[in-house]
């Protein structure tokens, strides 16, 4: 009885290993590799709110408290990322494939594309996307038409560490290190992209349009929106000293400029991006403007007050209330009756005139339930950024109350805006444009 049982019991765990090891879709439980690194080069693997330790190792991902102020208890272990499949070394394109372990937020995609070239002697460009499914890309017209004619190998510059993947790049002069993303792993999922790198000092400048209180950030653990002053859809994280990109989609297309000095850096990236218009004389001088005026004749008597003292600005403007209820390629017939003529009185003084425009299209129809004419063609035009299904206008709320946003990556919304400022050009004379950003 005794050898039958123990017989049993062999077979029972002989045909557990075999289930648990070998049939599909089974795999072993994850086990992060800790790191044990500097808190300073930690990588936050929770950016998201409520962090507790079992969230943390739900993720894959390394936990350890600590009690000093804003290091991350959540880390990235090193076991997590892609690994190089395959790669090209000759134009150096490698094929990524993600490691066994858990997500940060779900839909992560499983393989992955790198491309990377240096495009000049001074000028790198490396991007990592998805080969499988067509993701929002920003278009480059200028930066597609760059000859690329480099006369340095890449691998002078850029080296690729193939498990766990990430990229080097150095000075082909010294080797010194720039720009290291193996400080953490690389996330790619379907809402969520994050790519970090180790910096080779604390001087970091820039990072989009928000609020500078200085000119060099702080990188004491600080979090940077890029290119939004309210909020932070694009996150921007700096430890010390390193850098952490987070997005919410698209893909990473990264361009590196070297340079030996800062103008020659500003003349490298001149050379990618485009060289900036030389703006007007009398846009550098003094510029007066204010919202609620409340009619064309309390901003006359401002213009005129002015002048009266003797106080010398170049420009008026005019804010949104000088719209038909807020509402673009209006004006308010009313309270503004003589704005078309409004510029002619101001040049008369060699002065100019600049109105605003809020890229937020109202709804609803006109004074007198008048047709909203520049709405009903924008959406003959298809011109409106939509929801998820291509089709449905996407709806929000800013000044003008419920609005319909233009999608500026739609040529079809292109021919609607240039269609609707000629027409509104015509009607209201004016210098220059204001244009807000959307809300």
């Known amino acids: 009885f005794l050898l039958f049982l123990f017989s049993y019991v062999s077979l029972v765990c002989f ?80 094929n990524l494939i993600r490691m066994d372990s858990p997500s940060l937020f779900g839909g992560e995609i499983k393989q992955l594309a790198l491309e990377a070239e240096m495009q000049t002697n001074n000028r790198l460009r490396f991007k990592i ?29 850029l080296q690729v560490t193939q498990k766990p993947f990430g990229l080097t790049v150095r000075r082909k002069e010294n080797q010194k290190v720039v720009f290291d993303t193996t400080i953490a792993p690389l996330v790619f999922e379907d809402q969520y992209i994050q790519l970090s790198a180790r910096l080779p000092s604390h001087n970091i400048y820039g990072l989009g349009e928000h609020v500078h209180r200085q000119y060099r950030h702080d990188t004491n653990w600080k979090t940077w929106p890029i290119f939004t002053r309210d909020a932070f859809p694009n996150g921007v994280r700096t430890p010390a000293p390193a850098v ?11 361009y590196i400029v070297f340079g030996d000095t800062p103008e020659q850096v500003v003349q490298e990236f001149l050379e990618l991006t485009g060289r ?5 004389y ?47 390629f209006t004006y308010d017939k009313l309270n503004y009756t003589e704005l078309p003529r409004f ?3 101001l040049h008369e003084r060699g002065q100019k005139y ?10 609803s129809k006109r004074v007198g339930d008048a047709p909203y004419e ?3 063609r924008g959406t003959a035009k298809n011109a409106w950024v939509t929801e998820s299904d291509g089709k449905t206008p996407l709806i929000g709320e800013v000044w003008p109350g419920e609005t319909v946003f233009p999608d500026y990556t739609n040529p079809n919304c292109i021919d609607w805006w240039v269609d609707e400022y000629e027409r509104f050009s015509k009607e209201v004379k004016h210098d220059a444009l204001w244009i807000v950003s959307q809300l």
């Open 15 to 94: 045909l557990y290993l075999i289930y648990f090891f070998l049939l599909p879709g089974t795999t072993k439980a994850f086990v992060p590799t800790c790191p044990n690194i500097p808190l300073g080069e930690r990588v936050d693997c929770f950016p998201d709110p409520g962090a507790s330790q079992a969230k943390c190792e739900a993720r894959g991902c390394c936990w350890s408290p600590r009690d000093e102020s804003n290091v991350p208890w959540c880390f990235f272990p090193t076991n997590h990322g892609y690994t190089v499949e395959s790669q090209d070394s000759s134009i150096l394109k490698a």
């Open 282 to 328: 009398w846009s550098l001088g003094f510029q007066l403007s204010r919202w609620n005026y409340t009619n064309l004749d309390i901003v006359k008597e401002t213009v005129e007050r002015n002048r009266a003292v003797g106080l010398p600005y170049d420009v008026q403007y005019t804010d949104i209330d000088y719209m038909e209820n807020k509402k673009d």
């Open 374 to 376: 520049s709405y009903d």
């Open 354 to 363: 600049i109105l605003i425009l809020d890229p937020a299209i109202a709804t």
């Open 129 to 157: 996307y998805d080969p499988n499914s067509n993701r929002f890309e920003v278009p480059h017209e200028h930066i597609s038409s760059l000859p690329s004619n480099p006369s340095i190998p890449i691998s002078s510059t």
């Open 276 to 280: 900036p218009v030389m703006p007007p």
């Open 244 to 254: 952490t990109y987070r997005t919410i989609g698209g893909l990473l297309d990264f």
């Open 343 to 345: 510029a002619d009185y």
